[in-house]
């Protein structure tokens, strides 16, 4: 079986005929002209339309009212965006925000204004990438400088699984080590100076 092609020639007449398929999967999928992504689901509905013309095992009637095509066409654009959307929401979840606490986790009478700026927003970026144990623990490691014993006491774990999560916090962290070794760098030559 020879895989169905859409030509140019016939772009125009197709998508006018069988967008609305698109449309209507992300209206049914609530993914509203107001979502930030919305141009986005978009364009991946209508490839995926193309996607399922040109793979469907059968003759594409466009003249009949009742096409099968186009309940075929609905269903492949339709598990392809929900399959989107739930990577969207996976993604989000892993991405968790900064703490409410932020400020009283990290106060600001440590350093002087222009230091303890540039380490806020270093911090704010580390913290942006971590989940919200993980930020509990960067916090209590780096800023309180609890040890290991002492956060498995704080945490009722075993500090075999401090250890574990400190490197997976490490590994996430993993590209800010530049940046830090240049600012401690910098601070010990700066207290050498002094």
């Not at 009949?64 to 959307?85: E, I, K, M, T």
């Not at 993604?91 to 806020?120: A, I, M």
């Not at 002492?150 to 699984?161: L, S």
């Amino acid at each position: 079986m020879t895989k169905r092609r859409l030509t140019p020639e016939k772009e125009a007449a197709f998508f006018e005929q069988y967008a609305g398929i698109v449309y209507g999967a992300m209206k049914r999928l609530e993914i509203l002209r107001t979502h930030p992504d919305y141009e986005d689901y978009a364009q991946h509905g209508l490839m995926k339309l193309v996607e399922a013309y040109e793979t469907y095992p059968e003759t594409v009637d466009h003249t009949n009212s009742r096409n099968p095509f186009a309940g075929y066409a609905y269903q492949r654009v339709r598990w392809h965006l929900l399959d989107l959307l739930r990577k969207a929401q996976k993604k989000t979840e892993h991405e968790t925000g900064l703490p409410e606490t932020f400020d009283t986790l990290y106060p600001d009478d440590q350093s002087p204004v222009e230091d303890s700026q540039v380490e806020r927003e270093l911090v704010r970026s580390m913290l942006s990438l971590l989940t919200e144990t993980e930020q509990r623990y960067l916090v209590d490691l780096v800023l309180h400088q609890l040890t290991s014993t002492e956060m498995a006491e704080k945490y009722g774990v075993i500090r075999k699984t401090v250890y574990t999560r400190r490197k997976k916090i490490g590994h996430k962290l993993r590209h800010f080590l530049p940046v830090l070794k240049n600012e401690t760098g910098q601070a010990q030559q700066g207290g050498e100076q002094r």
